[in-house]
């Protein structure tokens, strides 16, 4: 199987071709002054590789979500990611993306983190993949697939030296 591919059981999801929807729905969605932000690591990723793509002049802001997660006493701080907000947030569009959408968890947490820096007049999501299961009532504005996983199994966007984007299953 190529490696754009990931499989468990029989999904079978192209992460390059998601992306290329994706990267049709974020120019469909911006506005002059819509700053990009991506969610540490996979929306980081994303929004790097759209700021070119899409000749956007403004630099993409990376957001963490490891200072207000529900969970930092187990998990701790990720010493290799920390927010970038290379922009004023005061007023500012903000288009967040992200590689999953699960339960909604880490939304919250980088929507708290957001807000420490400032109030956005509009944030919107955008995502590769909702896999359902959400616990918190977060939805994105654009999911460029719809799955459903049992919540035995992780799916995180995963990158090649080169660039190209393929996910990873894996069980938890």
């Known amino acids: 199987m190529k490696p754009t591919a990931a499989t468990a059981g029989h999904l079978a999801l192209d992460a390059q071709a998601l992306y290329l ?6 120019r469909r969605m911006l506005e002059p002054g819509t700053r990009l932000v991506g969610i540490a690591s996979g929306g980081a990723w994303l929004a790097e590789r759209l700021q070119p793509e899409l000749s956007l002049a403004h630099e993409a ?6 200072m207000h997660r529900d969970d930092y ?9 920390q927010t970038r ?11 967040v993306l992200d590689d999953v959408l699960y339960t909604g968890r880490t939304i919250r947490a980088v929507l708290n983190e957001l807000f420490d820096y400032g109030r956005p ?10 896999r359902g299961g959400r616990e918190l009532p977060v939805a994105a504005d654009f999911a460029a697939a719809r799955i459903s996983l049992p919540p035995g ?3 995180g966007l995963a990158r090649t030296a080169e ?3 393929h996910f990873d299953v894996k069980e938890v």
């Open 61 to 66: 802001g990376v957001l963490s979500s490891s």
């Open 73 to 81: 006493a187990q998990r701790g701080l990720a010493a290799s990611v």
């Open 21 to 26: 929807q994706l990267r049709e729905a974020v």
């Open 153 to 155: 199994l992780h799916l």
């Open 121 to 130: 007049a509009r944030v919107r999501l955008a995502v590769l993949v909702d």
């Open 85 to 95: 907000l290379p922009f004023d947030v005061n007023g500012a569009d903000i288009l």
């Open 163 to 165: 660039g190209d984007f």
